[in-house]
């Protein structure tokens, strides 16, 4: 199984995660079945993993400089239609079948980030927003998947999905900056704004904070208490920047014993 990430913070290829995870199928009819599946699942963006200072488009999301982790667990029940029927015994099923899936879960979400020492911090208690949310969310994975018969009692299934859950923050991110002076810890001050760190914490790579200074124009700016950040990102300014609430792609490879029914 492997994992996409789209919501606020930036994601690419480079972010695609592993995970994995355990169905149980019941046919129903013909054409339909009924699933129920358990998955974990790692999630991850970083805005400077998949940034360049080079891409002026994009030089939003390198001044931003956010990451997260988020190592879900989904419970899920699913619908499915197999476009092709099984009208006989189980052995007799068609070598190639195309499906599709609709369901509804509940996922267990922790998003975290790393400090410039290496050590991950959960997020969610920090309130970087000033705002709180709930670990579990409730979310509608739809899939597109095509089955090969093995033998008689094993397959093999390719399949991609996409899960709408109900949070938009899975990464952390959403609404705006804050002033520092409001929040809670000094954790939540370094977490909720990375903009003037020297170094993407993710990664470890150097930042070039002269480029944002010098060539975009971007001053770095110091509040009484020592909490430095890009002018651009100054409370009241965006910090999520992507309309609607997070999802992620999923694409799993699934082996399928088949257990044998008397007829």
Do not use: C
């Not at 890009?230 to 300014?237: D, E, L, N, R």
């Amino acid at each position: 199984m492997g994992s996409y990430f789209f919501g606020d913070v930036s994601s690419g290829i480079k972010t695609v995660r592993w995970g994995l995870g355990i169905q149980y199928l019941n046919k129903l009819s013909s054409h339909i079945a009924f699933t129920a599946d358990a998955n974990y699942i790692r999630l991850v963006a970083d805005d400077d993993l998949v940034s360049s200072r080079k891409d002026f488009g994009r030089s939003n999301s390198y001044i931003r400089n956010l990451h997260m982790r988020n190592d879900v667990i989904e419970l899920g029940i699913h619908g499915r239609y197999e476009f092709l029927p099984t009208n006989d015994y189980f052995t007799k099923r068609k070598k190639l079948n195309g499906f599709v899936t609709l369901g509804l879960g509940l996922l267990y979400s922790n998003p975290q980030a790393k400090d410039s020492a290496g050590y991950w911090h959960n997020l969610r208690p920090m309130h970087t927003e000033n705002k709180s949310y709930s670990s579990f969310t409730a979310y509608i994975p739809v899939s597109l998947g095509v089955q090969y018969k093995i033998s008689n009692h094993l397959d093999i299934e390719f399949e991609l999905g996409y899960r709408f859950t109900f949070t938009d923050y899975l990464d952390d991110a959403k609404g705006t900056y804050v002033d520092p002076s409001t929040l809670q810890s000094n954790d939540a001050k370094y977490f909720s704004n990375r903009s003037a760190e020297a170094t993407d914490s993710y990664t470890g790579k150097s930042r070039d904070l002269n480029y944002i200074q010098n060539n975009l124009g971007y001053p770095i700016l110091t509040t009484p208490d020592g909490h430095s950040y890009v002018s651009t990102t100054s409370p009241g300014q965006l910090r999520g920047t992507r309309f609607g609430l997070d999802g992620y792609f999923v694409g799993m490879v699934r082996i399928v014993y088949i257990i044998p029914r008397k007829h």
